[in-house]
Antibody
């Protein structure tokens, strides 16, 4: 059974940095692409990053490009999201999700974690 | 960027009724569209991928249809556990991967 557990959320001041982690189990971690998706309070889902199975390819929307970095450690079955220059509107629950496509990122997520809350506030 | 517009914003129905949710794309996404169910405090759940394929473990009362720019998620007979928010998401032209704004399905 696929299991994804996010951690690292908390309160950070505007302009600060934070690193999220997502521990995975129940599947061959190194054979799947992964995503981070967020949900701001009262808002819908917003995709914020994707990474290929081997970590060589990363993708971001313009809203976070240059501020967020997605990475993975396949030896530890862990996905990361390094966030810097954080803004108040980055406040959200951040979910990690497994891509449906295996070795090819197909931009559909078939398993999700429960999320971790990031609050950017002074 | 492909914009997805979902309608209605809120749908109020009773258990046993049929629910029809719509998703319209600003340009063709072929059949590369997924539907997710999301309940407060829970992980989102993939229901439908590639417009009409049910994900593993999804009951047959959920079905998807459409191609190009117009898509529909149908729940044939609502169960109490189906009341949630539903999102469509396109996978055709990315980055960015985009979601619709969601349809809230409420108990009437």
């Amino acid at each position: 059974q696929v299991h994804l557990v996010e951690s690292g959320g908390g309160v950070v001041q505007p302009g600060g940095s934070l690193r999220l982690s997502c521990a995975a189990s129940g599947f061959t971690f190194g054979a799947y692409g992964l995503h981070w998706v967020r949900q701001a309070p009262g808002k819908g889902l917003q995709w914020v990053a994707a990474i290929s199975y081997d970590g060589r390819e990363n993708y971001y929307p313009d809203s976070v490009k240059g501020r967020y970095t997605i990475s993975r450690d396949n030896s530890k079955n862990t996905l990361y999201l390094q966030m810097s220059s954080l803004r108040v509107d980055d406040t959200a629950v951040y979910y990690c999700a497994r891509d449906f496509g295996g070795l090819a990122v197909v931009a559909t997520s078939d398993s999700w974690g429960q999320g971790t809350l990031v609050t950017v506030s002074s | 960027e492909i914009v997805l517009t979902q309608s209605p914003g809120t749908l109020s129905l009773s258990p046993g009724e049929r629910a029809t949710l719509s998703c319209r794309a600003s340009q063709s996404v072929r059949r590369c569209l997924a539907w997710y169910q999301h309940k407060p405090g829970q992980a989102p759940r993939l229901l439908i991928y590639d417009a009409s394929n049910r994900a593993t473990g999804i009951p047959a009362r959920f079905s998807g249809s459409g191609s190009g720019t117009d898509f529909t998620l149908t729940i044939s007979s609502l169960e109490p556990e189906d009341f949630a928010i539903y999102y469509c998401q396109q996978c055709s032209n990315w980055p960015p991967i985009t979601f619709g704004q969601g349809t809230r399905l409420d108990i009437k």
